[in-house]
Nanobody
Framework: QVQLVESGGGLMQAGHSLRLSCIASGTTFSSNAMGWFRQAPGKEREFVAAIFWTGDYTYYGDSVKGRFTISGNYAKRTVHLQMNNLKSEDTAVYYC?????????????????WGQGTQVTVSS
């Protein structure tokens, strides 16, 4: 069994920064990529960013490009999301997810393990 635990969420003013972290545990951890998604009340889960463990290739959703940076360390089983220049529309629950197969990186169904989520609230 694999467990993902997010941390670092909170309340922040617009224009400021937050750094989210996710750590994976479990004896059967086998992942080729990690992703961050977010979900605001009444909205569908939205792709934020993803990183391949091999080669550190990164991908971002259009709404966060240039503001957010994903990074990861497979040996430590950690992935981070640095969020700069936060906007009120970034308010959501942020989820860390692990992909073990070959599904499309930007869709939730490609990921087989999920964390419980961490709330990010940005005040304007």
């Amino acid at each position: 069994q694999v467990q993902l635990v997010e941390s670092g969420g909170g309340l922040m003013q617009a224009g400021h920064s937050l750094r989210l972290s996710c750590i994976a545990s479990g004896t059967t951890f086998s992942s080729n990529a990690m992703g961050w998604f977010r979900q605001a009340p009444g909205k569908e889960r939205e792709f934020v960013a993803a990183i391949f463990w091999t080669g550190d290739y990164t991908y971002y959703g259009d709404s966060v490009k240039g503001r957010f940076t994903i990074s990861g360390n497979y040996a430590k089983r950690t992935v981070h999301l640095q969020m700069n220049n936060l906007k009120s529309e970034d308010t959501a629950v942020y989820y860390c997810a692990s992909r073990g197969g070959l599904g499309y990186l930007m869709t939730p169904s490609a990921y087989n393990y999920w964390g419980q989520g961490t709330q990010v609230t940005v005040s304007s």
